[in-house]
C-alpha cells in the first residue's frame, strides 16, 4: 500500500530566503507525486506534478520538486520565500495497479514567512 | 466554466441529526471524489464514483456515511446521526477520467461541519 510521509509539520523561514518542505513516499507501484497548497480559508490548489516524465518538476510561484527513486523522496524547494507563500503544503501519491485513483495525503506542512 | 462547487459552506448541527452535503463537479468531469478534513489534519478519502461503476467505499468510516452521484454530475454526501467526531471540512473534488497514473483533482471549497 502507499504512503506518505511529510517530516516537518511545521517549517519557519525568513522572506528572501530558500524553503524546504521534505516528503518521503512508500509505493509498490509507479507513482504519481503531487504537492497541493492550501491557503487559510481558501481550496486547494495543485502547485505541480511528477508523472514518470522529467524527475525535475517545475511548478506554480516558483517552486519546484525532484523525484528521487533511490530515496523514495519528493522534496518540495523554492529558491526565494515570499509572504504570500505562507500556507499549509500537502504531498500527495496516487498509485496505479490496484487502486481507483484516489490521492494519498501526508499530513500538511505549515510554512510560515518571517517579514 | 465554473470550478468544484459545494454547499453548504458552512453547517452547524446537533449531535444525532441528519446532514446533506452536496458537490457539483466541473462539467464534464466523470470522477468525483470525497475527503475529510479533520483539524490540523492531512485529507482522509472517504469515497470515489467514477461514471456509471459501482463507487469505491473504501474509505467510508461507518455505516452512518453514504453518499450518491445522480445522473453522473451531482453527488450528495449524508451522514447520519451526526456524532462530534464528525466536525471536519468535507472536501469534493473532480477529475477527468484517471488514465496513465495520472489524476489531476480539482478540489471544492469545502463544507465545513461542526456537530454541537
Known amino acids: 500500500a502507499q504512503s506518505v510521509t511529510q517530516l516537518d509539520s511545521h517549517v519557519s523561514v525568513s522572506e528572501g530566503t530558500p524553503v524546504l518542505l521534505r516528503c518521503n513516499y512508500s509505493?509498490?507501484?509507479?507513482?504519481?507525486l503531487f504537492w497541493y497548497v492550501q491557503h487559510p480559508n481558501k481550496g486547494l490548489q495543485l502547485l505541480l506534478k511528477y508523472t514518470s516524465a522529467a524527475t525535475l518538476v517545475k511548478g506554480i510561484n516558483g517552486f519546484e520538486a525532484e523525484f528521487k527513486k533511490s530515496e523514495t523522496s519528493f522534496h518540495l524547494t523554492k529558491p526565494s520565500a515570499h509572504m504570500s507563500d505562507a500556507a499549509e503544503y500537502f504531498c500527495v501519491v496516487s498509485e496505479w495497479g490496484g487502486s481507483q485513483g484516489n490521492l494519498i495525503f501526508g499530513k500538511g506542512t505549515k510554512l510560515s514567512v518571517k517579514p | 466554466g465554473a470550478g468544484v462547487s459545494q454547499s453548504p459552506s458552512n453547517k452547524v448541527t446537533e449531535k444525532g441529526k441528519d446532514v446533506e452535503l452536496r458537490c457539483d463537479p466541473i462539467s464534464g468531469h466523470t470522477a468525483l471524489y470525497w475527503y475529510r478534513q479533520r483539524l490540523g489534519q492531512g485529507l482522509e478519502f472517504l469515497i470515489y464514483f467514477q461514471g456509471n461503476s459501482a463507487p469505491d467505499k473504501s474509505g467510508l468510516p461507518s455505516d452512518r456515511f453514504s453518499a450518491e452521484r445522480t445522473g453522473g454530475s451531482v453527488s450528495t454526501l449524508t451522514i447520519q446521526r451526526t456524532q462530534q467526531e464528525d466536525s471536519a471540512v468535507y472536501l469534493c473534488?473532480?477529475?477527468?477520467?484517471?488514465?496513465?497514473?495520472?489524476?489531476?483533482?480539482?478540489f471544492g471549497p469545502g463544507t465545513r461541519l461542526t456537530v454541537l
Open positions: 473534488a473532480s477529475s477527468l477520467p484517471p488514465l496513465a497514473g495520472y489524476n489531476e483533482q480539482f
Open positions: 509505493s509498490s507501484y509507479s507513482p504519481s
